[in-house]
């Protein structure tokens, strides 16, 4: 496991090196500051998405819930309530969205994907109903510090970033809750039967998932000064591309957050290489594509049985 990760961070390094060598725009201060505040709000999905995959599952609906947090975060600031009050509140939609996936799941034994894929269905609809298919747009300056704001010379999305994963990597590697993950993905029912709480773990699990959406939402809508019900789409993809890339085992119970982490950056390094390269957007889909396979296919070869 080691070495997957240390692979996949000496793979960002020579990917930066050569794009380094093909522009010299690339590897300039104000490039990777951009690249780290492009990637923010995938990262932040991504690591939920973590959480979720770790524990053996799949989350299609972070995209939609991402949507879903910013209008009610949009609608809560245009009520004239605060940003005190209306990020609780967007919070607690992104967490009650993620927390049915889990009971779902947990309750009505149905697969994930099944349950994620109508819940995306759910709360992008529920978002365009609310808003009648419009954006909700002018917020406050203040709001707005969220994605603008800097601390120094690091953007205000790099440093919620950093801590999300600090957080995030403290409550997998340091908390009860974290160990139950990795031995719901493991095995579920070995973890069932060792006394693992699976009717309460699974849902928050989820409801982890939710939270960093929401918290994405938060960022996504301060920058772009609108909450718009179309907003995320595709997130779920990138997300889940950031957890494989990043090592973590699409089977369950192996990876870790600072390999998600280093997915997303890749990601974001080879997006943002490839615009400074000039080279289209239909191409890009196809090398990012390219890239997940390969990932996959990595994943699959060392953990194949050796005979």
Not at 56 to 75: H, N, P, Q, R
Not at 174 to 183: H, L, P, Q, W
Not at 271 to 279: K, S, T
Request: proline share 4%.
């Amino acid at each position: 496991m080691k070495a997957r990760r240390f692979g996949t961070l000496i793979g960002l390094v020579v990917l930066c090196l050569v794009l380094w060598a093909l522009t010299p725009f690339f590897l300039t201060v104000s490039n990777l500051l951009n690249i780290a505040e492009q990637t923010s709000i995938n990262a932040i999905v991504a690591a939920g998405m973590t959480f979720v995959i770790l524990s053996g599952g799949i989350d299609l609906s972070v995209g939609s819930i991402v949507a879903l947090s910013g209008v009610v975060l949009g609608l809560s600031l245009h009520a004239g309530y605060s940003p005190a009050v209306a990020l609780p509140v967007m919070i607690a939609a992104g967490v009650l969205a993620g927390a049915t996936n889990g009971l779902l799941i947990d309750r009505g034994r149905l697969p994930p994907f099944i349950v994620t894929l109508g819940m995306m269905s759910i709360a992008r609809g529920a978002a365009l109903l609310i808003t009648e298919g419009r954006p909700i747009s002018g917020f406050e300056e203040s709001f707005r510090a969220l994605a603008t704001a800097r601390v120094g010379f690091v953007p205000a999305p790099v440093l919620i970033m950093a801590t999300v994963y600090l957080v995030a990597h403290f409550v997998l590697t340091r908390t009860t809750f974290g160990r139950y993950v990795y031995a719901i993905g493991g095995n579920e029912d070995a973890a069932r039967l060792s006394g693992v709480r699976i009717h309460l773990h699974k849902p928050a699990i989820y409801a982890v998932s939710g939270l960093t959406s929401a918290l994405a939402a938060m960022i996504l809508t301060a920058r772009l000064n609108s909450a718009q019900p179309i907003a995320g789409t595709m997130y779920e993809l990138d997300a889940i591309a950031a957890t494989v890339i990043g090592g973590t085992s699409l089977m369950g119970g192996e990876g870790t957050l600072a390999g998600t982490l280093i997915g997303a950056l890749i990601m974001g390094v080879l997006r943002n290489g490839l615009n400074l390269l000039g080279v289209s957007s239909f191409l890009q889909q196809i090398v990012i594509g390219g890239v997940i396979v390969g990932a996959v296919l990595v994943d699959t070869v060392l953990k194949r049985p050796r005979t």
